[in-house]
């Protein structure tokens, strides 16, 4: 770092930011204004213009497309004899909201998150990860591409991701949902349109609904398996 | 280009490829094989390991994650105040499978396409769009992520995506759907589970059937709209 930009940072008013962004990134930013709008939450944001808050949803939008790149590469070239379905579905146990969030706490992001939670009962659970796709893309916009693809495989995917416990572990969608929907205190019933028990083909069909809308639907021969199927089908549309 | 690439570019059996792919991109590709391997559809694949074949699915899935990340970046800075619901639209109409067939069309990649025809009927649609998802993959790897940047908005964005059009113009998904489900001589059936002028909160309810499978389901208080939303959710499920 040039001896200019370390005074800057030194006698800079937000000089704790440099610092706490210095120990977590392993480097110094050059646009700090970058990463404090990495860090603040809506429930924190200003109205910058009509209908439009300075709030972190836009880097979030750029950071999470950056991240499914670099780990679409990573994976490319760790599974060389993989197909696409394999990759498909490892990435997307890689980049899932649970796993972002728990990347984000490992950073320590949470404390530097700006929010305003008198404005919300509870955190949304989502809060910390979608710091993480923040402050992914503030430093792709900061340092460029090549700089993010490096930060993201040595800070993260080689220091905080099991490449193993990913390539084993099945998503349990059911638990997943639940556990959202516990935590955002809502309403859900699993309803069975079809009893596959009194059909001939025995096929269950079912619908998942929270607060009395359809946010998932699924049919299988299995009522065990629909139900994950249509846990999995509300995670993707609830984006959970 | 250095000389001894050209020579190289000019004795090589692939002569015909490289002359191609130069007025096709404006530059000399550097590893040819990855452009071979681009073009190759699944259809004409080999199998190169138990379960793996040498077909161009693998650079489709990295390319597709490319071109998100360019578009994304595009367009966080060409619409500053604007939120990222907007930003969201706006790239999935950018990159729709029915836009990435046209690009395809226009780079005249059809011709370059490697595919076994007595595999398939009528070649599936999605062929040419899915070789530029592969082609974008092909650089990103030859030549790094500036490069396949530069290209897509040079070469893509700036000539052969009327932004304005995207910005106006709303996804016709059940259109979308049935052309799909034509050209590729599915049955289908818009099944009404609830009829909303029956019931006293007029919500439709509505299945979507492709071969008698459910691909699609929602609810609204219009028909048309139901229609629409069902649509659109088989669009997303089945990925036309």
Not at 10 to 37: C, M
Not at 59 to 83: C, H, M, N, Q, R
Not at 191 to 201: L, M
Request: proline letters at 2%.
């Amino acid at each position: 770092m040039p001896v200019h930009k370390k005074i800057r940072a030194y006698f800079s008013p937000e000089k704790k930011l440099h610092t706490s962004l210095k120990n977590i990134l392993g480097f110094y930013p050059d646009n700090i204004s970058l990463y404090k709008l990495a860090f603040r939450h809506s429930s924190a944001a200003k109205n910058i213009k009509k209908g439009v808050k300075d709030s972190n949803e836009r880097l979030e939008f750029l950071g999470d497309s950056v991240i499914g790149t670099v780990v679409a590469d990573y994976l490319f070239k760790k599974f060389p004899y993989k197909d696409e379905g394999f990759l498909t579905k490892m990435r997307s146990k890689m980049v899932s909201r649970a796993k972002h969030n728990q990347i984000a706490m490992k950073l320590g992001l949470n404390q530097l998150i700006e929010a305003n939670n008198d404005r919300f009962g509870s955190k949304p659970s989502s809060i910390n990860g979608d710091a993480y796709e923040a402050l992914i893309g503030a430093i792709y916009l900061d340092k460029g591409y090549k700089f993010a693809q490096k930060f993201i495989l040595n800070r993260i995917i080689n220091v905080h991701i099991d490449m193993d416990e990913v390539e084993t572990k099945e998503v349990d969608f059911k638990s997943k949902f639940i556990e959202w929907a516990q935590k955002e205190k809502k309403e859900f019933e699993y309803e069975t349109v079809v009893d596959g028990t009194t059909v001939p083909d025995k096929q269950f069909v079912l619908n998942l609904l929270v607060d009395g809308e359809i946010v998932g639907h699924a049919q299988h021969l299995s009522k065990k398996r629909a139900e994950q199927l249509a846990s999995e089908d509300a995670c993707k549309k609830l984006d959970i």
